[in-house]
């Protein structure tokens, strides 16, 4: 019997690849106008390799980005890059298709609904409430309440214990199958691959489930419980 739910929530709820790409490309255009001579490729390039290295949640990227090339930070070209970088950012940042309408058909057929994601609890936080999320969810699991990033354990059970369900009563939907498929199998979760969230061209998710729209969810559930209409 299915109990709840766990969410991953970038590519999951929210395109975050979609939005990181318009937001960058914005922050680029930008910098270049405050003065920055370098060409769209090159701060490209640099861009990419500064998130390859620390993570694609780093925040402070554009500071890095000028201290490489000037070896000091000009505030005029950081703030035009920055302000660019938020308002583009705000503007990407929707939700998939049907994940309003589905969480809330979860809701109300008794679901408890939780997120685990491998965000800092800032940025989490500050989407979830951007998309007016942040009140649906029961409770939301971050890096920071684990300090342990998924496919380890420690994320899962520790959205377990917080909606006080067990292994094999929840669902746990996400789109890197490495990380959510895999860490929730590990602790007894049934898994559903978000195939309309994958940037990696997976071919085998080896989930329970796989979904090309958030809102197959509900026919799962009901299969699961054995539910009829």
């Given at each position: 019997?299915?109990?709840?739910?766990?969410?991953?929530?970038?590519?999951?709820?929210?395109?975050?690849?979609?939005?990181?790409?318009?937001?960058?490309?914005?922050?680029?255009?930008?910098?270049?106008?405050?003065?920055?001579?370098?060409?769209?490729?090159?701060?490209?390039?640099?861009?990419?390799?500064?998130?390859?290295?620390?993570?694609?949640?780093?925040?402070?990227?554009?500071?890095?980005?000028?201290?490489?090339?000037?070896?000091?930070?000009?505030?005029?070209?950081?703030?035009?890059?920055?302000?660019?970088?938020?308002?583009?950012?705000?503007?990407?940042?929707?939700?998939?298709?049907?994940?309003?309408?589905?969480?809330?058909?979860?809701?109300?057929?008794?679901?408890?609904?939780?997120?685990?994601?491998?965000?800092?609890?800032?940025?989490?936080?500050?989407?979830?409430?951007?998309?007016?999320?942040?009140?649906?969810?029961?409770?939301?699991?971050?890096f920071?309440?684990?300090?342990?990033?998924?496919?380890?354990?420690?994320?899962?059970?520790?959205?377990?214990?917080?909606?006080?369900?067990?292994?094999?009563?929840a669902?746990?939907?996400?789109?890197?199958?490495e990380?959510?498929?895999?860490?929730?199998?590990?602790?007894?979760?049934?898994?559903?691959?978000?195939?309309?969230?994958?940037?990696?061209g997976?071919?085998?998710?080896?989930?329970?489930?796989?979904?090309?729209?958030?809102?197959?969810?509900?026919?799962?559930?009901?299969?699961?419980?054995?539910?009829?209409?």
């Amino acid at each position: 019997m299915i109990k709840g739910i766990v969410f991953d929530l970038d590519n999951t709820l929210v395109d975050f690849m979609a939005m990181k790409r318009l937001a960058i490309d914005a922050a680029i255009s930008a910098m270049i106008d405050a003065g920055l001579n370098l060409s769209r490729e090159e701060l490209q390039t640099r861009i990419d390799a500064i998130y390859q290295e620390r993570g694609m949640e780093f925040q402070s990227v554009f500071d890095q980005l000028l201290y490489g090339e000037f070896q000091k930070v000009d505030y005029k070209i950081l703030s035009a890059g920055v302000l660019a970088y938020r308002r583009a950012r705000e503007a990407a940042l929707v939700p998939y298709p049907h994940v309003y309408s589905t969480l809330i058909e979860i809701v109300k057929m008794g679901m408890k609904i939780g997120v685990v994601s491998d965000a800092p609890a800032r940025e989490a936080w500050l989407r979830l409430t951007y998309l007016n999320l942040h009140h649906m969810f029961d409770h939301v699991v971050t890096f920071e309440d684990t300090g342990i990033r998924k496919p380890e354990p420690a994320p899962f059970k520790k959205i377990l214990e917080l909606l006080r369900i067990e292994p094999q009563e929840a669902l746990m939907i996400g789109d890197w199958a490495e990380r959510d498929v895999v860490g929730a199998a590990k602790v007894g979760m049934k898994t559903v691959f978000a195939r309309y969230g994958d940037t990696f061209g997976t071919v085998e998710s080896n989930a329970d489930y796989e979904v090309d729209d958030i809102s197959e969810l509900i026919e799962i559930i009901r299969n699961e419980n054995k539910i009829r209409i």
